[in-house]
């Protein structure tokens, strides 16, 4: 039977200090600007590509002073290719805010959090419980996949994140601060190492024994076609190879050598377009193109 037991958290709890990933943001001297750049950095990319661009931004900018310095063209030449560059964007107005608004200092309440640009309900919490110690519901994709099969017994959570998951989080939270926030770093790593959406590994989950699905004989998801996302001879790809360029040279870029990198010229003005209005581009002169100061 499924219960936001004491047993159920002290499973993940305990399996989490066995198996923990020695991830870099993880470390004793991690601050809480080292845990929001992480955090903005996996999302929607993998931990083996966020790592050694996060060692070169933590490296650089230490601090979120230390990038609001440097032009927020320099966060996009800084990203490489971890893909979505505004958020490269966002980290750098986020920089600024903490350094203007808060003296230099991450704050580590959640509304405070959320007031900053590009910081959205799960990043908040995650920088709160996981910098500060703080008890908040924490709820990436692989802890929602947890508690779905664990208390609702299906293989995957809704689309959108809904009220009853939010109350249901909450509800199998530890009540000490402390152990709810070994708890939401150990079922996040649970759903990344054994509770996964392809391949879950069943037969060493610790948890087992309180999941519904399991005990359901693991039936297919049937809920709401999902989609999937492509990138080869996307605008996204486009995008990239065109941010590549400006980042592979200090100044500008002529148009010429960007309309060389991609045939489609409608596709390359509408990509290119899309990157001006985004501001990861700027147009410094006549058909002079260059990152952003």
């Known amino acids: 039977m499924v219960a936001s037991s004491s047993s159920l958290n002290a499973a993940v709890v305990d399996w989490y200090a066995l198996h923990a990933r020695a991830l870099p943001w993880r470390r004793d001297s991690t601050t809480a600007w080292h845990v929001l750049v992480s955090e903005v950095m996996l ?3 993998p931990v083996e590509r966020v790592t050694p661009v996060y060692e070169e931004w933590t490296s650089r900018w230490p ?4 990038l609001a310095a440097e032009p927020s063209g320099e966060a996009v030449r800084a990203w490489g290719r971890l893909g979505y560059p505004r958020r490269a964007l966002r980290l750098h ?16 309440d959640v509304d405070e959090l959320r007031a ?6 799960y990043t908040a919490a995650a920088v709160a419980v996981f910098a500060y110690g703080h008890r908040h519901a924490v709820l990436d994709t692989n802890v929602r996949r947890v508690l779905a099969r664990v208390f609702d017994g299906t293989a995957l959570p809704a689309p959108g994140l809904t009220a009853a998951e939010r109350a249901q989080a909450l ?3 530890p009540d000490d601060r402390s152990t709810a926030a070994r708890w939401s ?9 054994v509770c996964t959406a392809r391949s879950p590994r069943c037969g060493v989950c610790p948890v087992r024994e309180w999941c519904r699905w399991y005990d359901a004989g693991r039936p297919a998801y049937d809920g709401p076609l999902r989609r999937t996302q492509t990138y080869a001879g996307t605008d996204r790809q486009c995008r990239g190879r065109l941010l590549a360029v400006l980042r592979e040279v200090e100044g500008p870029v002529g148009g010429e050598v960007l309309r060389a990198v991609w045939e489609d010229a409608t596709q390359r003005e509408r990509a290119l377009d899309g990157l001006l209005d985004d501001r990861l581009v700027a147009l410094v002169g006549d058909d002079l193109y260059a990152l952003p100061d």
């Open 43 to 45: 999302q929607q990319t």
């Open 63 to 66: 601090t979120p002073s230390a």
């Open 93 to 108: 107005a986020a920089a600024t805010a903490i350094r203007d608004r808060h003296d230099g200092v991450v704050p580590e």
């Open 116 to 121: 900053l640009p590009g910081v959205g309900e």
């Open 171 to 173: 509800g199998v939270l």
């Open 185 to 193: 770093i150990g079922v996040m790593e649970l759903g990344a190492l």
